[in-house]
């Protein structure tokens, strides 16, 4: 029912929005095919980031063991990179163009994703491989973004690049909160799934109920259960974990290599027509 009553309430604001002079939310911006386009880059870049940031903290707080002091330290050292970053997208969008550039980018943070699916707790530095990979989608996202408010207000027509502005900060926005839902469900299905054989036998209830929810749930668990059960209930945990990481993980690199192909195409530059002297 509130789904439904939301959606009447979407649509009536749409049709609203296209029916009056002066719109809060101009929806005929978004009919264009580079405007339209690039929110929805926007939208895509913000969505993806959120899902790393997410599996990235859990990551290091709950499967580490890092204290969130720690932890947000730790995830403020790829940002040594993602400053480069910006300069550097910048200057090659000189020489190649803006929408090539922010496909480049789409593509890093595609092969970052994919570092982070080779995370495990045995073998190479899990902590090593989780940076990089957080550093390679973050530097690319960032290239994306920065270009892409730049090109969107170039294309724009100039009694409307307030507009469009304001719905590229929309896009920031949503595409944030979509990425955490979305791609956050997909990480804690994923886990519930994933843990429950794997649970000793003879847990309480409660207990059993916490560690199959969340990662935080099993660590909560744990500390009210025997020392070798409670071993056994974050090694599943963890694993558990990894194992939905890296299906998000993936799930998120195949959307940054279909964005990439939206931003070739609908970013493209329009072709100038030749005229030729009779």
């Known amino acids: 029912a509130l789904l439904a009553a939301g959606l009447i309430i979407g649509i009536l604001f749409v049709r609203r929005q296209l029916t009056i002079s002066n719109p809060l939310l101009d929806i005929r911006a978004l009919m264009e095919r580079r405007t339209g386009g690039s929110i929805l880059v926007n939208f ?98 960032v290239s994306v973004m920065t270009l892409v408010t730049d090109y969107v207000v170039g294309v724009a027509p100039a009694d409307r690049a307030g507009a469009v502005g304001g719905l590229i900060e929309t896009s920031n926005e949503l595409g944030g909160a979509f990425g955490i839902a979305l791609l956050g469900c997909v990480l804690a299905a994923i886990y519930r799934h994933a843990v429950t054989p794997f649970l000793p036998s003879g847990l309480a209830p409660d207990a059993a109920q916490a560690a199959g929810q969340t990662i935080a749930g099993a660590s909560a668990a744990a500390l009210h259960l025997p020392a070798d059960a409670a071993a056994q209930v974050m090694k599943a945990s963890r694993e558990a974990f990894i194992t939905a990481m890296h299906a998000t993980c993936l799930i998120s690199a195949v959307i940054l290599l279909l964005a990439t192909a939206v931003t070739l195409v609908l970013l493209r530059e329009q072709k100038k027509a030749v005229h030729t002297a009779a």
């Open 44 to 141: 895509i870049a913000t969505f993806t980031l959120m899902a790393s940031s997410l599996i990235n903290t859990q990551f290091l707080q709950s499967v580490l063991g890092y204290s969130p002091f720690v932890a947000s330290l730790w995830s403020v050292a790829p940002s040594v990179v993602v400053g480069a970053a910006a300069p550097i997208a910048g200057k090659l969008s000189q020489i190649y163009g803006r929408p090539r550039v922010m496909a480049g980018g789409f593509l890093l943070s595609a092969v970052g994703f994919g570092v982070l699916t080779q995370v495990r707790l045995e073998g190479f530095s899990p902590l090593t491989l989780l940076l990089v990979g957080a550093a390679l989608v973050a530097a690319g996202i």
